[in-house]
């Protein structure tokens, strides 16, 4: 993604509890700055890796295949990632420790997802806890389909002392995952799948080179990670139970201090087809006026 909106600081909501103060930005309606105990968790953004800090990924994941999809014969286009990213929400309820975002059809977003929807991402504090709720509403009159996806990128090392490779990614519990396989030109699905080896069945020990070959994309995972290290008392842990997809990056060929955490709902494109949303796999279909909730949470120490 290298998508750069120029961040409005006039616009930014802060809510707070205890020892943790979120800020937020309504383009997009994501995480601007976590601060817990006088520490930001959050990236805080570098044109020399990534520009952002977060995204809402929706109505899609990753990149079409020629920027395409198919609904009942006809194609339509649509950016990597869908249309969030950047795009201003409403806010539309505040109070101290939590806040709602809204964001709804319009003519506009039809030209390239002919659907009517509400989509409301949520923030609550609980304690040390960051509560983020996506509900997906459809207001029409036909069946929806999309997918969910949070993007939000950690400062490694998280107190800024040490390196990155002092860090790992720990499953709360031992699992057998595979990864997704991309073409490393074109990055999209091949359809094929490898065995994922962790440390010990728990541990990926982070290196740079890790993401050479863009991002880790894992199926099978313990729905739980944390990112720790034997040199520092923080950490942060991404609980997701309900996205099937784990995915892990941070910028290509380059040595940047953070790593994204990506909870998923569906994978992208297949690179052998344009795929038919009504047929593709992982794809939530949304009767008419029946809503859908997911909820992540992000645990700080």
């Not at 930014?12 to 601060?35: K, M, R, W, Y």
């Not at 094929?192 to 994309?217: M, Q, W």
Request: proline share 6%; glycine share 8%.
């Amino acid at each position: 993604m290298k998508r750069n909106d120029r961040v409005d600081e006039r616009s930014i909501v802060t809510i707070a509890s205890g020892e943790l103060s979120v800020a937020l930005d309504p383009a997009g309606a994501v995480l601007h700055s976590v601060i817990f105990r006088g520490c930001e968790y959050l990236w805080q953004g570098d044109p020399k890796y990534w520009p952002m800090r977060d995204a809402n990924l929706f109505p899609y994941i990753g990149r079409l295949n020629g920027g395409q999809y198919i609904y009942r014969g006809k194609k339509y286009s649509m950016d990597i990632h869908g249309f969030c990213i950047g795009r201003r929400f409403s806010l539309e309820h505040i109070e101290a420790d939590r806040a709602t975002f809204l964001l709804r059809s319009s003519a506009e977003l039809k030209e390239s997802y002919p659907f009517d929807f509400e989509l409301r991402i949520g923030y609550r504090l609980k304690g040390s806890t960051i509560e983020k709720s996506c509900a997906v509403r459809n207001i029409g009159g036909s069946t929806m389909f999309f997918a969910l996806g949070s993007h939000p990128g950690f400062r490694v090392p998280l107190d800024g002392a040490g390196s990155f490779e002092d860090w790992v990614v720990e499953f709360d519990r031992p699992c057998s995952p595979s990864r997704i396989l991309f073409d490393p030109i074109s990055v999209l699905r091949t359809g094929e799948e490898s065995p994922f080896a962790l440390k010990d069945g728990r541990y990926l020990p982070l290196r740079h080179e890790l993401f050479d070959r863009d991002a880790i994309v894992l199926r099978g995972t313990s729905g739980s990670v944390s990112l720790r290290s034997s040199n520092c008392s923080r950490g942060v842990t991404v609980s997701c139970p309900g996205m099937p997809i784990l995915a892990f990056w941070h910028s290509s060929g380059t040595d940047a201090p953070f790593l994204c955490i990506e909870p998923w709902l569906a994978l992208p494109s297949h690179e052998a087809y344009v795929e038919d949303i009504e047929k593709q796999e992982g794809l939530i279909p949304l009767a008419a006026g029946e809503e859908y909730l997911n909820v992540i949470e992000m645990s700080l120490e």
